[in-house]
């Protein structure tokens, strides 16, 4: 079983920037597909970024393509999510997220940290 922790959320204002950090334990951190995920109250977590740590080419969803970027330091076991160009509808709790099988169906999620952009 993989543990995920999440760091980096805060308060930012439209327009800044945040960088989100995923540290992984467990498992071997290499050889994994690894995503970040958002989540607004009462609606579905919804995925704004993935690739797997063997270097593959990032995907995004169109919402924040050229503003997001998913990059990953294997030797610490750690992923990241720099957030750029910030708007308040990107207000949520991000969670990093370790694909088990061939989908997104049933991953291991972090607990999740705190994005607020105030306009």
């Known amino acids: 079983q993989v543990q995920l922790a999440e760091s980096g959320g805060g308060l930012v204002q439209a327009g800044g920037s945040l960088r989100l950090s995923c540290v992984a334990s467990?498992?071997?951190?290499?050889?994994?597909?690894m995503g970040w995920f958002r989540q607004v109250r009462g609606k579905e977590r919804t995925f704004v970024a993935g690739f797997t740590t063997l270097g593959s080419r990032p995907y995004y969803p169109n919402s924040v393509k050229g503003r997001f970027t998913i990059s990953s330091d294997n030797a610490k076991n750690t992923i990241y999510l720099q957030m750029s160009s910030l708007q308040p509808e990107d207000t949520a709790i991000y969670y990093c997220?370790?694909?088990?099988?061939?989908?997104?169906?049933?991953?291991?999620w972090g607990q999740g940290t705190q994005v607020t952009v105030s306009s």
């Open positions: 997220a370790r694909r088990r099988g061939s989908g997104w169906e049933d991953p291991d």
């Open positions: 467990g498992g071997t951190f290499s050889m994994n597909v």
